[in-house]
C-alpha cells in the first residue's frame, strides 16, 4: 500500500492513513486502498474490531487532495453517480462493514476527514486535535459531510462547522462536549486508550457485535416503530446462532467463551 498502513494486533485491524506531507489527505490511491482493505476486514474472521488513525501528529485527515487530481480526474468524479463514487468506499458504514471501529483523532480534520467521524462507533481524539469544514469558504457545498455528521451531532454544531468555513475551528473539548468526540487524551496517550477499547471490544462476541451494531446504525434510515420491528427480528436470527448460548455455557463452566464465525449480514 502507497498511502495506507494496515496492521493486524491479535483480534484488532488498526488503519492508519499515510500521506503526512499532505496532512493524510485522501486522493485516487489511498480510496481505492481502503476498498481494498475493508473488503479484506469484512472477510477476515480474525479481525473483530478496527481502529482508523492518521501518521503523525498535524493531521486526521484534511479531505480529499484536490492539488492531486487532474482536471479530468475531477470533472468525471463530478459527474458519475452516487454508488459509482470513490468517495462513498471510504468508511466501514459505507461498505457494510460491521465489525465496530474505534477512530482516534491525531490532528486536525477538516473537510471529507468528517466521513471517518460521521461514521465511526467510538471516537477518541487528542488534545491538540481541531475540527473545521472549509468547502463554502472555497464555493462548494459543505453537504456529504454535515449530513452525516447530522446524525450524530446537533445541528447547531453541525451548521457551525458548515457554515462558518474554518474561520473558527472546534476544540476538542468543544468536540467532546457536543458528542462528536467521546474522550480527549493528552496525544501520548492516544493510541494506547484506542487499543485498549478495541482490545476490549474484541473478545465479545462477533455474531453478537455485527447484529448490534447494524441494528443502532439501521435504526437512523428509520422511524423508532420499524426500527424495533427490524431489530427484535435480529434478534430472533441471532437465536439460532451458537453464540447466544455459548456465554452463558462459558460463565457456568467457569472459561472462557469460544466464539463462533458471524454471518453475513
Known sequence: MDTVIYDKHDKVGVITLNRPAHHNAFNLTMMNELDQIWKSIKSDSQVNAIIVTGTGSKAFCTGMDLSDLSAEEADHIC???RDQQPIFRLTAIQQKVWKPVVTAVNGMVCGGGFHFLADSDLVVAAEHATFFDSHVKVGLVAGLEPVGLARRIPLESV?????????ERM?????????????????????????????????HSPAALARTKKAIWDSLNTGL???????????????????????ARAFA????????????L
Not at 468543544?174 to 482490545?199: F, I, W, Y
Not at 424495533?228 to 439460532?240: F, R, V
Not at 472459561?255 to 454471518?263: D, Q, S, V
Open 79 to 81: 459527474r458519475i453517480p
Open 253 to 264: 463452566e467457569k472459561r472462557k467463551p469460544i466464539w463462533h464465525k458471524p454471518p453475513e
Open 171 to 203: 476544540s476538542s473539548d468543544e468536540a467532546k462536549s457536543c458528542g462528536l468526540v467521546g474522550e480527549v487524551l493528552d496525544a501520548g496517550q492516544l493510541l494506547d486508550r484506542a487499543m485498549t477499547l478495541a482490545s476490549t471490544i474484541s473478545r
Open 225 to 247: 416503530d420499524q426500527a424495533l420491528t427490524d431489530t427484535w427480528e435480529s434478534i430472533l436470527a441471532h437465536n439460532s446462532h451458537p453464540d447466544s448460548n455459548e456465554g
Open 159 to 167: 451548521f457551525r462547522l458548515a457554515f462558518l468555513g474554518g474561520d
